[in-house]
């Protein structure tokens, strides 16, 4: 649960490495029991951003407010690190049993024996790995290992949580396993968090707010879901997602609805354009149905185009398909469809997709 004031606010904050910019942020705040996630490509800034709000590597410049209070004394730094945790991508741990690594933030702080015990014993049970107490450290697997760097950091109970891709080296099980935990004691908790991830699936299923970055900059921020349906520009919906992006320009307005002339045909979007604009129709591949040519099937799809299938490609449980309607469009269908379509490169098709399916980004305003 999310309250107003934020705990953690950040002005101006610029960061230099050897001499070159690599970070650039005006503002940034977060909320108690908050999860941001930090979703960009490698080199985009959100593992330097992490540590410039851990107040782990230098800043040029920027002001950071802790509870509405300046961090900026090497005493201020000191107190405010006391009362968060950082986990990295590979676990750091000591030399010593699954047990003592959980409890060393705790006597670092001088804790009693028996108050230690009883954290670390919670902390352990909450992230399954309390038959692991006594084990070393070195006979870890990779997701045992995040578990017990997880454990470690929440046993302090720290106000904010920095996530810097802690699930990114994981098979798909341990990842999945990991993650429902997390959300779980993030919530139970009320423990604030940022985590930076490359996968945009990761960031949706653990936050309340998203923000994209690129060449050191947030591009976009806001509820995860606007990021994803709602991006701002070209960059943002291809990075979460929207793997059609087709330029055209407005032939006509509607009640709410315009439709747009690709050049090799029109298609119609849900929007808000004037004629003669020049706009960017985006669109995710799982809003795209495919038929046979000669079906007679009834669609509430306002956009139905003939298509011939370029190239299959498996994607698991599902295929993504690669259209030529004139223009280029991606679909995604399940294994199921593949067969009872019959699909196959050089195949046709129709391809289906609604006007409330179409995301609309202007040029002009």
Avoid: W
């Amino acid at each position: 649960m999310t309250t107003d004031a934020p705990i953690l606010s950040v002005s101006d904050l610029f960061v230099k490495r050897g001499g070159v910019p690599v970070l650039d942020l005006p503002a940034f705040s977060i909320r108690k029991g908050e999860t941001v996630g930090l979703i960009g490509p490698n080199g985009a800034g959100k593992s330097t951003l992490l540590l410039a709000l851990a107040c782990l590597i230098k800043r040029e410049r920027g002001r950071i407010l802790f509870h509405g209070q300046v961090v900026s004394t090497r005493r201020e730094t000191f107190a405010y690190r006391r009362r968060i945790a950082v986990v990295f991508q590979e676990p750091l741990l000591f030399d010593t049993t699954v047990y003592a690594n959980v409890a060393s933030g705790l006597d670092i702080r001088h804790l009693d024996r028996q108050e230690i015990g009883e954290r670390v014993t919670r902390r352990l049970d909450q992230f399954g790995i309390d038959h692991l107490r006594n084990r070393s450290a070195r006979k870890l697997s990779g997701g045992e290992a995040q578990r017990t760097s997880l454990a470690r950091a929440f046993a302090i109970d720290p106000e904010i949580v920095f996530l810097d891709e802690p699930f990114s080296s994981l098979d798909p099980p341990t990842r999945e396993g990991l993650l429902e935990d997390l959300h779980r004691i993030l919530k139970e908790t009320g423990t604030a968090a940022v985590m930076a991830t490359h996968d945009r699936l990761e960031a949706l299923r653990l936050s309340e707010r998203m923000a994209v970055m690129r060449d050191g900059e947030v591009v976009q921020i806001g509820p995860a879901d606007a990021i994803i349906h709602h991006p701002t520009d070209e960059f943002v919906a291809s990075f979460v997602g929207m793997e059609t992006i087709l330029t055209g320009r407005v032939s006509g307005c509607g009640v709410g609805t315009i439709r747009v002339d690709l050049g090799v045909g029109e298609l119609e979007a849900v929007g808000e354009a004037r004629p003669g604009e020049a706009v960017r129709c985006c669109i995710r591949p799982e809003n795209v149905t495919l038929q046979l040519p000669a079906a007679r099937e009834e669609t509430s799809a306002r956009n139905l185009f003939p298509a011939r299938v370029e190239k299959i490609q498996p994607l698991g449980l599902f295929h993504r398909v690669l259209l030529d309607c004139g223009f280029p469009l991606t679909a995604y269908v399940t294994s199921q469809a593949v067969s009872d379509l019959n699909l196959r490169e050089g195949a046709g098709v129709q391809a289906a997709f609604k006007a409330t399916a179409v995301h609309v980004i202007r040029h002009e305003k």
